[in-house]
């Protein structure tokens, strides 16, 4: 595993169950993470399997709980099997959603270490802040439309 992190911080106009409920059910997620179907237990040694289809080719992407203090903080291993590396230790990576709540707003950290190279780096990247802004559409409440306008 390289020393290369991704490291980004998303401020949710949001209760922190909210958001952590986001990032943990499997039918939210499967919403906004590009129709991906999660299993897993949430529990530290349980593993976790994100599949579905990408351009037309079936993925199974996995790792592993390594902590977690649910509603707050979870670690997992994770290793995509469209990243083009063996399913070897040495080529999983550590995922990591850290959130804090402050006057009724959440800050999420998620950070991903080990990317392969900076291109690696940079892809997840901006995946994270894309799927992040999909799950605010879902969880942030929405302005109510002026009186008469039709949705």
Known sequence: MSDLTVRTDIEFNAPKAEVWKGLTDPGMIKQY???????TEWKVGSPVIWSGEWDGKHYEDKGEVLEIIPG???????????????DKHENYQ???YLLKEEDGKTILTITQQGSKDEAAKEHSESNWKALMEELRKMIEPHPASPEGEER
């Not at 993470?33 to 299993?39: N, P, W």
Request: glycine share 8%.
């Open 33 to 39: 993470f590009f129709g991906t179907d999660l299993k």
């Open 72 to 86: 707050e903080y979870v670690k997992y291993s994770y290793w995509s099997s469209m990243s083009g590396t063996e």
């Open 94 to 96: 550590t995922v990591s």
